[in-house]
């Protein structure tokens, strides 16, 4: 894509994922310093996509770290792809000095946000937000103080930050993102600071998954419910298959039973009876 849209202005992103791969090369020893040097020079004086793809064609993974391409190139729409909006950005700085900021909400993260903080904090909050461009780069400057970045789950992270007795959560790095979503470079500086990454949903969101989750127990609840009505007999049809009425059959079948009671009953009492009949016999004739 980028040989078919040469012309196309290239951004600091860019130039920066460019450089990151040459320091890759350099440190694999696929380029030595001088070569470096050179190509480091030459992205960092690129303007165009057509200046800066050259400059890594020769080395493993370019295709991993082709430049992205802005909202203004035509893009599937839908999802993550409504909130690469292009532009400048509504805010591209913020400090605290014994103080703190934050941005939040409905706001445009620009090509490029610089965070400082002197003995304060900072909080960027990215989950309702839209962005300048596919990937942005937040570089934060913390010295005793500290910097806490809130991004929605399927952005890509990438945390390149130096600490000094301070330090970068590393937590979210590498991570994969969805398919079309944004991807936060985090680079600067902390010095007895830190910077932070979350991944959180927002309230908002949160509320919806819990009533899905809801909406599809009752569903599944009342599913159960109609599965046992349907298997459960029929009360008011008692026939057979051979034709008779089960309940007549069991009522014959106490009748049955109480019958041999009683005829058991009346064959015991015949037999008690001829015996008082012998005893009176016997009794009488020895008389």
Not at 93 to 100: E, H, P
Not at 132 to 153: D, F, K, Q, T, Y
Request: glycine share 14%; hydrophobic share 35%.
């Amino acid at each position: 894509m980028t040989d078919e849209l040469p012309g196309l202005r290239a951004s600091d992103a860019d130039r920066e994922r460019v450089a990151e791969q040459l320091r890759d090369a350099l440190a694999e020893g696929r380029l030595d310093m001088e070569e470096f040097e050179e190509r480091l020079e030459a992205t960092y004086r690129a303007r165009t996509y057509g200046e800066l793809a050259p400059i890594t064609r020769d080395l493993p993974g370019a295709d991993a770290v082709a430049p992205v391409f802005p909202a203004g190139v035509p893009a599937e729409r839908g999802g993550w792809g409504e909130r690469i909006v292009g532009g400048e950005g509504s805010s591209s700085w913020g400090v605290a000095v014994l103080s703190g900021f934050e941005r939040k909400g409905r706001w445009t993260v620009p090509r490029r946000f610089t965070a400082f903080t002197f003995m304060g904090g900072g909080d960027l909050d990215l989950r309702e937000a839209n962005f300048a461009e596919r990937e942005v780069v937040v570089h934060c400057v913390a010295v005793m103080g500290g910097v806490n970045i809130l991004v929605p789950p399927g952005v890509e992270v990438v945390v390149r930050g130096v600490g000094v007795m301070g330090g970068f959560d590393h937590r979210e790095d590498g991570v994969p993102g969805d398919p079309g979503a944004p991807r936060v470079v985090v680079t600067g500086f902390a010095f007895w600071g830190g910077v932070g990454v979350e991944r959180k949903l927002t309230k908002a969101e949160r509320l919806r998954l819990k009533e899905e989750r809801r909406r599809l127990k009752l569903e599944r609840k009342a599913a159960r419910k109609e599965l046992q009505g349907s298997a459960r007999p029929d009360l008011d049809d008692h026939d057979g298959e051979d034709g008779f009425d089960e309940s007549d059959d069991r009522d014959g079948s106490r009748r049955g039973s109480l019958t041999e009671r009683q005829e058991r009953r009346e064959r015991h009492a015949e037999r008690r009876e001829a015996r008082r009949e012998d005893r009176g016999r016997r009794w009488h004739g020895g008389h």
